[in-house]
């Protein structure tokens, strides 16, 4: 069966909100889901997974530390995370307050690995992003990011 790590930094618990919307989307599409703090993710774990989705909050327009120091410690991982597939989302200030650039920072740590980033063609192109706590608005769109990833998931890895 495949598998989805949904792993998140949350001071506030607003991007732990997030987190928990796009996993209840990757669950809607029967995919296998881990949801975890990234503090709890032992880096070589990530290679258990089909798909990788990290969500942090935006602090001056760049992802939280625990986050970063994920990706810094998964560079022992080089070339083995080829192909599977990523996403990224985050909690920021404010629209126009450095979430997409949080969002671009985390895939592109995700591309150096190989790894396949699906966009949007309908709005937040990128990674879902909300806007301090997040509403019903943005849980939906979030969640609907967790089902699109989980699609594409169980396309690349389709079970035998």
Do not use: W
């Amino acid at each position: 069966m495949a598998r989805i790590l949904v792993a998140y930094y949350s001071r506030s618990g607003n991007t732990k909100k997030l987190a928990e919307a796009f996993a209840e989307g990757v669950k809607e599409e029967g995919v296998d889901i881990a949801l975890k703090r990234v503090e709890e993710v032992q880096v070589k774990e990530l290679l258990d997974y089909d798909g990788i989705a990290l969500g942090s909050p935006t602090y001056y327009g760049h992802m939280a530390a625990p986050v970063k120091k994920l990706i810094d410690d998964s560079i022992r991982l080089h070339k083995k995370l080829d192909g599977k597939v990523g996403a990224a989302f985050t909690s920021s200030g404010g629209y126009g307050c450095g979430g997409e650039t949080t969002v671009l920072g985390i895939l592109q740590a995700l591309m150096v690995h190989g790894m396949v980033i699906q966009g949007a063609p309908d709005g937040l192109h990128y990674g879902a992003i909300a806007e301090e706590k997040p509403g019903e608005t943005e849980l939906r769109r979030v969640r609907l990011k967790g089902v699109r990833m989980a699609r594409l998931v169980k396309r690349l890895f389709p079970e035998p």
